[in-house]
């Protein structure tokens, strides 16, 4: 997934603040919280940037919302919907592509992420293009090289299926077409529900049955919080920032946060991503370019280039940028990393195509 183009966040930005701010709700009957998937705050977890109240949980929403993330019909081709490149089973990412795959199997530019916490994150994409989780699915839709479509053929076929017509009134109310509210905001009932926040480490965080680490568990958490913790901060793994971490000397073909920002003191910055599931994620990268883990370390350990915007926390004065990690360090960081595999997320059946 890619940034939107700005056309259309100036144009629908205005009115999704208006529907916030007037505290617009469907009108099906609000069911309890914990029944939708996703709208209970994990006990270890901080407050939501995009709390249940924004965007009230039904299950007639999250089953309308669920049905439109695998639809087929938003792309062009009628054959590429949102869960072709967000596969549950790898913590919704594109297992095995280095880039995504669109319409007419058009390659994309950057490796697809996972979509995980979702309500947590305060922007979206490896250039932070979209900053609600409302608008994030027009980057896809709209991208001439993912699912090659415009806001208004979607919801033209949309409006002449009678089931799509017979649901949204369900949760929305009225007689009216489908609208571009009512799409993004349904749609956005299942993209929050995606919460991963049951791996051992969850159970660990919060002395839960099944939470017990083995030694290198153990030993490998306090390496992550020494060595990695300054950007894969906290319960969620990722301080929400952009970073360059060295991958190049320059950055002409993706120039990173720049690309949304203009500013030469982003070209080469990227959006720090989770580390939860992130041994089922790979390849890694904004481009995809490791493969494994290993790959990942050895990175981090002796890979890293200097360019003009490269983290300062990554520099070693008189060394080549990088984090050092001895033997048993890697060992000790691999064994914990894979402490945050969410097999319930992973395998939940309400979350998965119908």
């Given amino acids: 997934m890619s940034h939107p183009f700005k056309s259309v966040l100036l144009w629908l930005l205005p009115a999704l603040l208006v529907v916030e701010l007037v505290g617009c709700k469907p009108d099906a009957d609000v069911v309890a919280m914990e029944e939708v998937p996703g709208t209970k705050v994990p006990g270890n977890f901080p407050a939501p940037q995009y709390g249940a109240e924004k ?17 087929p019909r938003l ?9 072709s490149c967000h596969q549950q089973f790898v913590a919704f990412a594109n297992a095995g592509h280095q880039l995504s795959h669109g319409v007419e199997d058009r390659l994309g530019t950057r490796n697809a992420p996972a979509l995980q916490n979702l309500r947590w994150q305060q922007n979206f994409f490896w250039d932070g293009g979209a900053k609600n989780i409302e608008l994030m699915p027009l980057a896809p839709i709209t991208n001439p090289v993912e699912m090659d ?15 799509y017509q017979r649901r949204f009134a369900q949760v929305f109310g009225g007689s009216g077409p489908i609208d571009s509210y ?5 749609l956005a009932q299942f993209t929050a529900a995606l919460t991963s926040s049951n791996s051992r480490y969850d159970h660990y965080s919060r002395q839960e049955a099944g939470g017990t680490f083995t030694a290198a568990e153990v030993r490998g958490l306090r ?3 020494q060595k990695c913790g300054s950007c894969h901060a906290g319960e969620l793994f990722t301080d929400e920032s ?18 949304i920002t203009d500013s030469r003191l982003d070209v ?4 720090v991503p989770s580390l939860r599931n992130v041994a089922l994620t790979a390849p890694y990268m904004h481009d995809g370019r490791f493969n494994t883990l290993s790959e990942v370390l050895d990175h981090y350990d002796h890979g890293m ?3 003009l915007t490269l983290d300062p926390q990554l520099r070693r004065p008189g060394q080549q940028p990088g984090i050092s990690l001895s033997a048993q360090e890697r060992q000790d960081l691999l064994a914990f990393l894979h402490t945050l595999t969410d097999e319930q997320f992973l395998r939940n059946p309400q979350l998965a195509e119908r």
């Fill in 268 to 271: 080469g910055r990227f959006k």
């Fill in 182 to 186: 009512q799409f993004l905001r349904a």
């Fill in 242 to 259: 952009f970073r360059n971490n060295g991958l190049d000397r320059s950055f002409a073909l993706d120039s990173g946060r720049a690309h």
């Fill in 223 to 225: 390496v992550m919080r």
């Fill in 55 to 71: 965007n009230p949980p039904t299950r007639a929403a999250f089953e309308l919302g669920r049905s439109l993330f695998y639809e």
């Fill in 305 to 307: 280039v200097e360019s």
């Fill in 149 to 163: 479509e415009t806001l208004d053929n979607v919801l033209r076929k949309l409006n002449v299926d009678t089931g």
């Fill in 75 to 83: 792309s062009r081709t009628g054959e590429v919907s949102c869960g």
